[in-house]
């Protein structure tokens, strides 16, 4: 027996079939078609798969489906959506602190999370947050130190927004 769920995904409103036992991951992959949220560990050890739930990070493949009901829910693909890359991945792109990009999407959810809290994070607040995701490439001081200049690199301390990324792409030129 199906569960209807509404929710809201990357500022849209979903209606949802889901069937028992069928995780968040499983919905975004394989109903939503939104693969940019990695399948790892399946378990909740890798962070792969990590989303802003409610502005919290969560592992997707831990969170049942039915429990979205009039939840708001955040992914890669709805962290840049509306103006291009969000400062964060465009920290990562400039100083090329990802290998392979598996573990990128989950990092830069966690990364999301502890800056919406926290606008200036030193970097060992950085290296806390993505305490939860595994790096294979072992990138982890190049991941850190990318996205703690992302806030340095603002036009205004701690303004990590689009605004700031404009003008810190136009100061560069």
Do not use: W
């Not at 890798?46 to 502005?55: K, P, Q, R, S």
């Not at 990070?57 to 979205?68: D, H, K, R, S, T």
């Not at 992914?75 to 465009?90: K, R, S, V, W």
């Not at 920290?91 to 602190?97: C, K, R, V």
């Amino acid at each position: 027996m199906s569960t209807q769920v509404s929710c809201v995904i990357n500022e849209q409103p979903v209606s949802l079939d889901c069937q028992p036992g069928q995780t968040l991951l499983s919905v975004l992959h394989n109903v939503l078609g939104m693969t940019g949220t990695k399948i790892g560990c399946e378990s909740g050890s890798c962070g792969a798969c990590t989303v802003l739930l409610e502005d919290n990070p969560v592992c997707a493949c831990l969170v049942l489906a039915a429990e979205m009901q009039g939840k708001r829910l955040t992914t890669i693909e709805g962290l840049g959506a509306d103006a291009g890359l969000h400062p964060l991945q465009y920290a990562l792109a400039e100083h090329q602190a990802l290998s392979c990009g598996a573990c990128g999407p989950g990092m830069l959810m966690a990364a999301a999370a502890l800056f919406k809290q926290d606008p200036q994070p030193d970097s060992s607040a950085v290296a806390e947050a993505l305490s939860g995701n595994l790096c294979a490439c072992s990138r982890y001081p190049q991941i850190v130190s990318a996205l703690s200049r992302a806030v340095t690199t603002s036009a205004e301390p701690g303004d990590c927004s689009r605004a700031a990324l404009a003008r810190v792409k136009r100061e560069a030129v």
